[in-house]
């Protein structure tokens, strides 16, 4: 059975309205004024509370304002022996679920509290279903979480693996793809590209040599200069590493990046000889972030060369051969942010 508190500052209000509910085995109690009332309430749980409007110090609708910061659920009804619309407007809107009108009458009394332990027991319920729908969602978030964080790391180890194949079979290079992911994605930071596009162009870079696992070991690291036929195998890379791309569920940017990071702007680069607005943004960073990395870094044919002269080669071709924009983010990381080539492997994160 509920639990009822009945607030009137009127004894004999109290004494009746108790007797009526003990008489129908609810629970009831009884409190003079607002203060007891609130004191009652913070030790005990009531289901329905009744209340008078007009009472010393406290008046019933404070009392309720009160009730409704700590308990939504409760159910209010409100009693008073001026019964206009305004006092009950003001009553609703404070948060009573009913009303009632002095003299009180017993049925209707009763009636009322038993609709009010209806709503209750609904209340109850839907503040449970509530609850438990909220935990549900947390649980589910928490497993996304998990499950992505699972696949990232995953992913991660993969794109590390098929870094490191290339690495081992071309060991002069060893490193240079890293280099390279980094300091595109530095450029593309530099140029305000979107979070994605950096994450992607790091990706891109760390992986973008791998078309070279199809060219003989002898040939990647020969020491002298390379024949046409030598030449023509080493400039398949491209094409290669975009046939294997194109089976991995990633986005379609990677294996078209990869495509496209030996072409140059005036047409003069491979495989396709595209122009300008034909090769997109990420291979014209990567490109170049793969230029100024390869003349930094000593090869069996040729010593280092140094940061001038890898930043003098695309100053000097800003707008020809290497976008301008690109050249000026590039160089300006070197010039003024003081940027000094990033061997680590940084965490790929992947936007899904
Ligand atoms: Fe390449």
Same mark, same amino acid.
């Given at each position: 059975m509920s639990r009822v508190l009945i607030v009137d500052d009127e004894k004999s209000m109290r004494i009746t309205l108790s007797e009526f509910l003990k008489k129908e085995d609810y629970e009831a109690d009884t409190a003079s004024d607002a203060q007891t009332a609130l004191q009652m309430l913070s030790q005990t749980e009531y289901d329905i509370i009744v209340t008078d409007i *007009?009472?010393?110090?406290?008046?019933g609708i404070e009392l309720l304002e009160k009730i409704r910061e700590s308990s939504s659920t409760v159910q209010i009804v409100i009693m008073t022996g001026e019964p206009t619309v305004e006092t009950a407007v003001k009553a609703v809107q404070s948060g009573a679920n009913d009303y009632l009108t002095k003299p009180i009458h017993k049925d209707i009394f009763l009636k009322t509290i038993r609709n009010m332990e209806k709503m209750k027991q609904l209340t109850d319920e839907k503040a449970k279903l509530e609850e438990e729908n909220r935990q549900y969602q947390k649980s589910l978030e928490e497993m996304i979480v998990k499950r992505t964080n699972a696949l990232q790391d995953a992913m991660q180890g993969i794109i590390s693996l098929l870094s490191s194949v290339v690495e081992i079979r071309d060991p002069y290079t060893a490193g240079h793809q890293r280099r390279v992911g980094n300091l595109s994605a530095a450029i593309g930071e530099k140029m305000k590209l979107d979070e994605k596009t950096v994450a992607l162009l790091r990706m891109t870079g760390y992986i973008h040599? *791998?078309?070279? *696992?199809? *060219?003989?070991a002898e040939i990647l690291s020969k020491p002298g200069t390379l024949n046409d036929l030598e030449i023509q195998m080493i400039r398949t890379h491209p094409v290669n590493g975009y046939e294997m791309m194109r089976n991995v569920d990633l986005p379609e940017v990677v294996g078209e990046t990869i495509y496209q990071h030996h072409e140059r702007c005036d047409g003069s680069? %491979?495989?396709?000889g595209l122009e300008r607005d034909e090769i997109s943004i990420e291979a014209q960073i990567l490109m170049v972030a793969d230029v100024v990395e390869a003349m930094m870094s000593h090869r069996p044919y040729r010593p280092a060369m140094g940061l001038s002269k890898a930043l003098e080669e695309i100053e000097t071709n800003?707008?020809?051969?290497?976008?301008a924009e690109v050249v000026a983010a590039c160089a300006g990381l070197f010039h003024?942010?003081? %940027?000094a080539i990033d061997d680590s492997e940084h965490k790929v994160i992947f936007p899904l």
């Open positions: *007009i009472m010393p110090r406290t008046s040599d *791998i078309g070279k *696992i199809a *060219i003989p680069g %491979y495989p396709k800003s707008g020809t051969l290497y976008h003024e942010d003081n %940027y």
